[in-house]
């Protein structure tokens, strides 16, 4: 199963086991890692799960559509490796993928 | 004081149809919402998104669907109170009392939260200098434009209300349009009537800039914003407006007294009621084990609900269940009675 890596903003570093096909936003939220609230569920539709995608793996990600890009606009502090996790879904090629979150959500 | 049998807090489609589910039962009920429209997050967040899993409607939109609840729910008539929120609740003998931001007082047996994840709110600048400036030359929308005449106004924003306020200011205000990226998301036309505006003088377009800090004392002298890349600016502004859309946030509902789990309300599969009698919850706000947040869950949620309302609304009489192909009171009530 591939293993995620969640890097709080106070760098408390949470790494999980999470199953092909979920998002990274739901790998976070059932391993009850703080950081990511999700508030509409994962419809791409509030710009609450925003993350920093770690440099290395950044274009190994399936590049982000129009409605994130959007949507983005909304997020805390954005910057050019950011995402909505719950865009991004795992796969074994996600295998070590590290991610960090921002210091709100909003 | 508006006295009624049920309270509903929040108009999204959850809401609306608990109203029709009280109303077949004979209940009235009033719907309190934060926002200036009707429809929660399926009209605010995806208006024109397709749903696929609304039983019996193979496809419909945020939209659409709103639309079809509120033809549903007109025999009943049900009172919309828009841009209030319902900030405090109290007991009254066997009532509660509700009190909304705009100072409406209810009086009911009975509330239903049927709040989504709370009330929409606007998202902020997070410079810590705007809140000190909140409503004295920072502001989330704009309510009479005629306040920035001969102004300089920097507008912050990507979407349609930063493009089209940049656009109706910048006849009589001196206008920055500011963005983080060079692509607007707001409607093509608007953009490219931003840009024809930019390129005739009368409006200024800075991307891909954020904010950074503002600058003033008792009142705002200007602004700093930058680049990703650390590339600064500063910019003479009187007034600063932000409009990054809306976000949820659980706000007074937590002060209640109610259990609450991850921004959510336990609650009793039976009826749906919360910790507290006479308040319960449905739709994505509550919580249970199994709970799934789809709408077509809290339609189910709200049709329980309103049956235990029915109890504390009308103690003395009983309630007997029916259903609306057969019942000629729910068919009076409906509207829809025929001849024998």
């Keep these: 199963m591939p293993k995620i890596t969640y890097i709080e903003h106070n760098e408390k570093t949470h790494t999980v086991d999470v199953p092909n096909d979920l998002t990274v936003m739901e790998g976070a939220v059932q391993n009850n890692i703080p950081g990511i609230d999700a508030d509409c569920g994962g419809a791409c539709a509030c710009a609450t799960c925003h ?10 990600i399936e590049k982000k559509g129009d409605a994130e890009q959007d949507m983005l606009d909304m997020a805390f502090e954005p910057n050019k490796f950011s995402r909505l996790s719950c865009q991004i879904s795992i796969s074994d090629e996600l295998d070590g993928l590290v991610v960090k979150m921002p210091s709100k959500q909003a | 004081m508006i006295k009624t049998d049920a309270l509903v807090i929040g108009a999204g489609p959850v809401g609306l149809f608990a109203v029709q589910q009280l109303g ?3 209940l009235k009920a009033e719907l309190v919402d934060n926002l200036d429209k009707i429809g929660g997050q399926c009209i605010e967040l995806y208006p024109d998104k397709p749903i696929y899993d609304i039983p019996a409607l ?3 939109t945020g939209e659409s669907l709103t639309n079809n609840l509120l033809e549903q729910i007109k025999p009943f008539k049900p009172n919309f109170h828009l841009n209030e929120r319902v900030q405090e609740i109290s007991k009254e003998n066997n009532n509660w009392k509700i009190v909304t931001s705009g100072k409406k007082i209810f009086l009911a047996p009975n509330i239903i939260i049927a709040a989504g994840v ?13 809140e000190k400036f909140e409503n004295n030359g920072v502001f989330y929308s704009i309510k009479d434009k005629t306040y920035f005449k001969n102004k300089k106004v920097c507008i912050f924003g990507g979407g349609d209300s930063a493009l089209d306020w940049a656009i109706e200011l910048s006849k009589f205000s001196e206008v920055t349009l500011v963005h983080r990226r060079e692509e607007f998301r707001g409607a093509e036309h608007s953009a490219s009537v931003a840009r024809e505006l930019e390129k005739e003088g009368k409006l200024k377009i800075k991307t891909p800039f954020q904010i950074k800090s503002i600058e003033g004392d008792k009142k705002i002298s200007g602004i700093t914003i930058s680049t990703e890349d650390g590339k600064i600016e500063k910019i003479d502004t009187d007034y600063v407006l932000g409009f990054f859309g809306l976000i949820m946030k659980l706000g007074p509902i937590a002060e209640w007294g109610l259990n609450i789990e991850k921004k959510t309300i336990p609650v009793n599969t039976e009826n749906f009621q919360t910790n507290k009698e006479g308040i319960f919850a449905i739709g994505d706000i509550c919580t249970y084990p199994g709970k799934l947040k789809l709408i077509l869950s809290g339609f189910h949620e709200g049709a329980l609900a309103a049956r235990a309302c029915f109890k504390l609304a009308r103690p003395n009489e009983k309630y007997r269940f029916e259903f609306t192909t057969t019942s000629k009171k729910m068919q009076e ?8």
């Design chain 2, 333 to 340: 009530r409906l509207g829809v009675k025929k001849g024998d």
């Design chain 2, 24 to 26: 077949l039962i004979g």
């Design chain 2, 58 to 60: 193979p496809e419909c």
């Design chain 2, 118 to 130: 709370g009330s929409f709110e606007p998202r902020k600048f997070l410079v810590k200098e705007a």
């Design chain 1, 51 to 60: 993350v920093y995608v770690d440099e290395k793996w950044f274009d190994k």
